[in-house]
């Protein structure tokens, strides 16, 4: 799934991207590069906002771009599933983790840069994750990897969530 972004979020996106920036700054924090970019810690956490953006629209999750902090493996929710977005540069091919703990949500999603535009690429609960997940070194030592021919449609985890989401109102609604 494609998903553009306005100029308006684009903004956002670089406002938070900056202050999150300044914040790992302040607190001496270094980007861990595992897939092999040269890209500075500013392109890559704008990058990484603009992910979540897109997952947010997609998705039709609450989610605000000037959450600062860590975020402790989940950037955003829906109901009680975390979900941890993952954005990569435009030639990605695998959703990585570090390794295996460093999983810590329920779901993870895969997004890539295409040009100006979030590609959605797919998504894996924890689970699955563990169980298929490969070890592999693109440079910078070993790291948990899922191919994104692996992953699953990001329609079907809408449509998981939206269905979740019903429930809870119908229940919601018979105690009238």
């Known amino acids: 799934m494609i998903v553009p972004l306005t100029p308006e979020e684009k903004s956002q996106c670089l406002q938070a991207g900056n202050m999150r920036w300044q914040l790992g700054r302040a607190s001496q924090l270094v980007n861990k590069r595992i897939d092999g970019t040269k890209r500075d810690d500013l392109e890559i956490e704008y990058l990484g906002i603009k992910g979540e ?21 989940a ?13 990569a540069f435009k030639n990605a091919n695998y959703l990585l983790f570090r390794n295996i703990k460093s999983f810590k949500a329920d779901i993870a999603i895969l997004c890539k840069e295409l040009d100006d535009l979030i590609e959605i690429v797919g998504w ?25 021919d692996n ?6 985890l809408w449509k998981m969530l939206t269905q979740k989401k019903l429930n809870a109102v119908m229940e919601g609604l018979q105690s009238y």
């Open 124 to 148: 894996v609960a924890r689970a699955e994750f563990i169980a298929e997940h490969k070890m592999i070194d693109l440079g910078y030592g070993q790291v948990a990897a899922l191919h994104k």
């Open 53 to 73: 953006c897109a997952v947010s629209k997609a998705l039709d999750l609450s989610w605000s771009p000037f959450h600062l902090g860590t975020d402790g493996g």
């Open 151 to 156: 992953l699953k449609e990001i329609g079907l």
């Open 75 to 87: 950037d955003m929710w829906s109901g009680k599933h975390s979900i941890d977005v993952k954005t």
